[in-house]
């Protein structure tokens, strides 16, 4: 697929754009005494003694390798559609509390940016925050440089700078966009993000959008002070002591929040708040269609710390995508869905009024929204509709199209990815080492690749790849297409995929502050 050689002579050269300040995430006070460095020298030791690393010559984000990888997706009719986004300071009425955020634009989630398969997004991101941001536009395999990874494939848009993000969206799929920088993801900072399918194949009569969140922000907390309250002593339950708790494991004991659908703890932070696009149970969205309706539901979990259980009540849902990738049809009463997880469902509407309903797993609380197709009293707040408690399905469950199955292949190269963690230093780590200039899983292009990622803790990890979709296979080597999975605790997940997009990928936890707190690495193209 890849001819590289050809484009070789115009690699140009942009340590610049490696060479940038330390990472943001590996900015904080007890990361700085020492073990990062010492961690890192580790880390190109292991490089060299895997694939003569050193030597290797990393394809960077502005490599010529790059651009004629974009050139390949991108058909002489893409028209181009321009989008401006500020990122700013925005005062958001959740339905109820009033909150101090920051947000693109003045709502939360952000406004709905869309286009069809094969064209060009331009998207011009003002900074109107008093912080450094960045967007990346989570699932698309797009073009490196356009990722908006701060040290790994741009630098930071700088308070009062702006940057044109521009790019070729190949895949059909629902995605979404946020801030890359710091824990900025779990403040307003995300929007919806869909690629129509020109010639959709689904017959449905209506979609709707779902993001799911967890708020904190403006509620006398940030997320950068949660952060700070995790790694000064510990986990954030929401005022449990955390007395008596097992430090130095990973343990579910002393009131973590856990739940038996997540394998132990469901959660770091437990948030005053949970959102169904933007508004809190206690005030929720109505949607209104007519009955018989045959609608399209795209969930799409932009929490930081939560995983969510979605049900509609009074009806069964058939999954057809997963991470924006069709999947054979499955039935079910629920859904769980995992941060930066998306799955579309349809349902046909019966005719009355229905709670739309995501439980916080494990968390003991949840967000609503109502589905209105007749007359009829909403549901409250407390609403718990059986399907909650009856078939569940998770992504694992889910097996890829045939069209988009990526059939076997023996890997080129294969990288196990151990997911640990330190507790009690609030310390999150990808084979012992937390994130850092380090480009250890390195591949080449047109390579198949498997990744196994083990989890070694206690809690569950949605681990995320930037620019590609793998394979995820189970037992039988099926399982569905992917860029985002739930890796349970004690569980491995095996995920195959071709290596086709040349540049410097994040591969790390979406859980924001596991993220933040260390559990990332790079997915690194070399020549
Ligand atoms: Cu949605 Cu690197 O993340
Ligand atoms: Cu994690």
Redesign the pocket.
Known sequence: MISNRSDDSDAADTTAVLGLPPDRTIGRRQFLGGTVGLLGLAGLAACTSRTSAAAAQLIRPTDALVQSAEARRTGAAAALHPVDLTARPATIDLGGPVVDTWAYGEAVPGALVRLPAGDRLAATVTNALPDPTSV?W?GIALRNDMDG?PGLTQKAIASGGSMTYEFTAPDPGTYMF?S?VGTQLDRGLYAPLIVDDPSEPLAYDAEHIVVLDDWVDGTGRTPDSVLQELQSGGMDMGGTSMDGMDMGGMSSSGGAPASPLLGGDAGDVQYPYYLINGRVATAPNTVTFTPGTRLRLRIINLAGDTAFRVALGGHRMTVVHSDGFPVSPVDTDAILIGM?ERIDVLVTMADGVFPLIALAEGKNASALEIVRTGAGAAPTAETRPSELDGQITGALALEAAEDVFLPERRPDRTHDLVLGGDMAAYQWTINDRMYSKRRDLQVRPGEVVRLKMTNSTMMFHPM?L?GHTFQVRSATGRGPRKDTVMVLPGETVTADLVADNPGQW?V?C?NVYHGEAGMMTALSYVK
């Open positions: 990346h989570h990874v946020h890359h930066g995320h930037h994040l790390h979406h």
